[in-house]
């Protein structure tokens, strides 16, 4: 049964950072789940930079907007999987319903992460969520703001009640919440 860890925060505090970290402290192989789709070149070089930052380090990375459960079901005999990051992943379910004419409830959102958490029940090792923090700030002045922060939220809350540990980085200082 791996041990699952969420870590949030806001914007640039850190998270991936502290969450590599975390990662390579325990023995390779590594997986490394992105979930940023490229759709621009400012993103294409975060992506690149993120990469360098792994290599040499024993990690695999695969790419996937929309379905972690099939990848993580699929990763295999990993000390460590590190997902980065939940809130693209909503923000990827949300285009890709709005593509077929629909959208994405709470509900959905929450199902969808208890069966993830519940894949994590049956694999070795760790497994590390990076997620953001958006409920924070401004309420959104957009309808699909104001959804994306609802999704993200049930996310977060979901995932952190099936996690063995919650730490929420603040201007790159990790704050244990579990």
């Known amino acids: 049964m791996a041990k699952i860890m969420l870590i949030t925060g806001g914007a640039r505090s850190g998270k991936s950072r502290y969450a590599q970290a975390r990662a390579e402290e325990l023995p390779a192989p590594r997986l490394y789940v992105a979930t940023m789709p490229v759709i621009d070149e400012e993103m294409r070089e975060r992506v690149d930079k993120h990469r360098a ?13 929309c379905d972690l459960e099939g990848v993580l079901v699929g990763s295999g005999e990993f000390s460590a999987r590190l997902v980065d990051c939940l809130t693209a992943w909503i923000s990827n379910l949300m285009y890709h319903a709005e593509q077929v004419g629909r959208g994405v ?52 809350q979901v995932l952190a009640g099936e996690a063995d540990s919650v730490v929420l980085l603040v201007c790159g200082c990790p704050v244990v919440v579990k």
């Open 53 to 65: 930052n792994r290599a040499g380090q024993g990690w695999e990375t695969v790419e996937e907007q």
């Open 105 to 156: 409830s709470e509900e959905e959102i929450a199902e969808r992460c208890r069966r993830v958490a519940g894949v994590c029940q049956g694999l070795p090792g760790t497994v590390i969520f990076v997620t953001n923090e958006v409920g924070m700030g401004l309420v959104p002045d957009s309808p699909v703001g104001r959804r994306f922060r609802d999704l993200a939220g049930r996310c977060n």
